[in-house]
């Protein structure tokens, strides 16, 4: 065998164990992933999707650049999934028709009245039942009520020294604003869904788990969940991409 063939069997074997090492890594990520979305996302679908990423996480690592590559791929793993979560969005539309409404609402109060809105304002202004209006809050729970796109987890390929952030300056500084005016967003709603958000994203508890904390139902965990997001929707407006009915 010449030095070029032998190099390239030393390749593939680096490639193959690469991706026989790390295969425990997909189901770990995909796991974590489904205990935050609805029933109706399939974990297989989810762990194909992650497959890929570790492939191409493999075909491309480069261990000059300083990262791991556990540490690459799972970068490159979670975005596979995500990109599959986006292709396939089970929500209906009807749901995001909805959650536009009550983010309006919640806009027309708060700029009259100068405060938090309240459900009952809301449920009011919306024509509607205090009741429909928590079934509203809860499917906005488990939807993209805005989307950002986390450039850590978009399954781009990192770059070199930061991996994952953008070259691009302009991008940088949009990227920087969005997250001031969401921290600031967060910082401003009523304590109950701040701390459900925090629960939620910081510490990574699922809804279960948030509501023994709280000492609440885990269906009114989502209510505050899907209240948090939409009232965050109405006071961000200028950063939500709305989805064409």
Same mark, same amino acid.
């Given at each position: 065998?010449?030095?070029?063939?032998?190099?390239?069997?030393?390749?593939?074997?680096?490639?193959?164990?690469?991706?026989?090492? !790390?295969? @425990?890594?997909?189901?770990?990520?995909?796991? !974590?992933?489904?205990? +935050?979305?609805?029933?109706? #996302?399939?974990?297989?679908?989810? $762990?194909?999707?992650?497959?890929?990423?570790?492939?191409?996480?493999?075909?491309?690592?480069?261990?000059?650049?300083?990262?791991?590559?556990?540490?690459?791929?799972?970068?490159?793993?979670?975005?596979?999934?995500?990109?599959?979560?986006?292709?396939?969005?089970?929500?209906? +539309?009807?749901? !995001?028709?909805?959650?536009?409404?009550?983010?309006?609402?919640?806009?027309?109060?708060?700029? /009259?009245?100068? +405060?938090?809105?309240?459900?009952?304002?809301?449920?009011?202004?919306?024509?509607?039942?205090?009741? /429909? &209006?928590?079934?509203?809050?809860?499917?906005?729970?488990?939807?993209?009520?805005?989307?950002?796109?986390?450039?850590?987890?978009?399954?781009?390929?990192?770059?070199?020294?930061?991996?994952?952030?953008?070259? /691009?300056?302009?991008?940088?500084?949009?990227?920087?604003?969005?997250?001031? @005016?969401?921290?600031?967003?967060?910082?401003?709603?009523?304590?109950?869904?701040?701390?459900?958000?925090?629960?939620? &994203?910081?510490?990574?508890?699922?809804?279960?788990?948030?509501?023994?904390?709280?000492?609440?139902? /885990?269906?009114? #965990?989502?209510? $505050? !969940?899907?209240?948090?997001?939409?009232?965050? +929707?109405?006071?961000?407006?200028?950063?939500?991409?709305? $989805?064409?009915?």
């Amino acid at each position: 065998m010449n030095g070029v063939a032998m190099y390239a069997a030393t390749q593939e074997r680096d490639y193959e164990d690469l991706v026989h090492r !790390h295969a @425990a890594l997909v189901k770990r990520i995909a796991f !974590h992933l489904m205990s +935050r979305l609805p029933p109706s #996302v399939q974990s297989d679908d989810l $762990i194909q999707a992650g497959m890929i990423g570790l492939l191409e996480a493999a075909r491309n690592y480069d261990a000059t650049q300083g990262a791991s590559f556990e540490t690459y791929a799972g970068i490159r793993i979670r975005g596979a999934m995500l990109d599959e979560i986006r292709r396939t969005d089970w929500t209906p +539309r009807s749901v !995001h028709r909805k959650a536009r409404q009550v983010a309006e609402a919640v806009r027309q109060i708060e700029n /009259e009245q100068g +405060r938090d809105a309240r459900d009952n304002e809301v449920a009011e202004a919306l024509g509607i039942g205090l009741n /429909e &209006y928590h079934r509203i809050l809860q499917d906005a729970s488990g939807c993209r009520v805005f989307s950002f796109d986390d450039p850590a987890a978009s399954g781009d390929e990192p770059d070199a020294a930061t991996m994952g952030q953008s070259n /691009e300056p302009l991008e940088n500084l949009q990227n920087d604003a969005f997250r001031d @005016a969401l921290a600031e967003g967060i910082s401003g709603l009523p304590e109950r869904e701040r701390l459900v958000m925090a629960l939620y &994203y910081d510490e990574e508890l699922n809804l279960r788990e948030i509501g023994e904390v709280l000492g609440v139902s /885990e269906s009114r #965990v989502c209510q $505050i !969940h899907g209240q948090a997001l939409i009232r965050l +929707r109405a006071r961000m407006g200028e950063w939500v991409s709305e $989805i064409e009915e």
